[in-house]
């Protein structure tokens, strides 16, 4: 069946550092891939997508690029805040199914 | 001020009774969907619904039961609750938004429920 990973956690920071997040994935088909941030004690909060290859999603400073080939979807910041702080959720969605990874918890130290 | 509720916030419960954990949307999605998450495996799809009276199982539906008689309704049901349904519970919904290349939308979240059973 279709699924997620992501790279472990959690990943600690210094402010304006460089952020790289791993996201690969499996299905069949084409599916939509996201980008989700949970800060703590709320719900989850799109952050960005793409819907088909090659497509860039960017959101406040945010990037990540669906790679087909390489079934990727790595979210990077160029110079992360102590505001980014947060968890981070890669998910595909496909066939009306929804498949999340295991989240990745961002420190990001002043 | 558009938004997905879930009441209860908090809710602690024995094993074996029965509970229901509802969820409103005034946003006219068409889909709703039910999540778990716990530690270290993310959030984990128990049911979705593509439109009312339309429902199916996601990849942990065991020992849930959902209905959706109204588009912007969609409560979730523990007939008979275990210790392993303590978890923080998260309902969503999109608009269809199904594209011609079948893409989807992105999903709006609830502020979560948490349960515990005894």
């Known amino acids: 069946g279709d699924s997620v990973t992501q790279m472990e956690g959690p990943v600690t920071l210094s402010e304006e550092a460089f952020l790289t997040i791993n996201c690969t994935y499996t299905?069949?088909?084409?599916?939509?891939l996201f980008w989700y941030v949970q800060y703590p004690g709320e719900g989850l909060q799109l952050l960005l997508k793409?819907?088909?290859?090659?497509d860039k999603g960017s959101n406040k400073g945010f990037e990540a690029t669906y790679r087909k080939e390489t079934t990727s979807f790595h979210l990077e910041k160029g110079s992360v805040q102590v505001s980014d702080s947060a968890v981070y959720f890669c998910?595909?969605?496909?066939?009306?199914?929804?498949?999340f990874g295991a989240g990745t918890r961002l420190f990001v130290k002043a | 001020e558009a938004q997905v509720t879930q009441n209860p916030r908090y809710l602690i419960t024995v094993t074996g009774k029965k509970l229901t954990v509802t969820c409103s949307q005034n946003?006219?999605?068409?889909?709703m969907s039910w999540y778990r998450q716990d530690p270290g495996l993310g959030l984990r799809q128990i049911y979705y619904?593509?439109?009312?009276?339309?429902?199916d199982k996601g990849d942990v539906p065991e020992g849930y039961k959902v209905s959706r008689k109204e588009k912007r309704n969609f409560p979730l049901i523990l007939e008979s609750p275990s210790p392993n349904q303590t978890s923080l519970y998260f309902c969503?919904?999109?608009?269809?938004?199904?594209?011609?290349?079948?893409?989807?939308?992105?999903?709006?979240f609830g502020p979560g429920t948490r349960l515990t059973v005894l």
């Open positions: 998910a595909l969605m496909g066939g009306f199914k929804t498949i």
């Open positions: 619904s593509m439109n009312v009276e339309v429902t």
């Open positions: 793409a819907t088909k290859a090659d």
């Open positions: 969503a919904s999109s608009s269809q938004g199904i594209g011609l290349a079948g893409t989807y939308n992105e999903q709006f």
């Open positions: 946003m006219n999605h068409e889909y």
């Open positions: 299905a069949t088909g084409y599916p939509s």
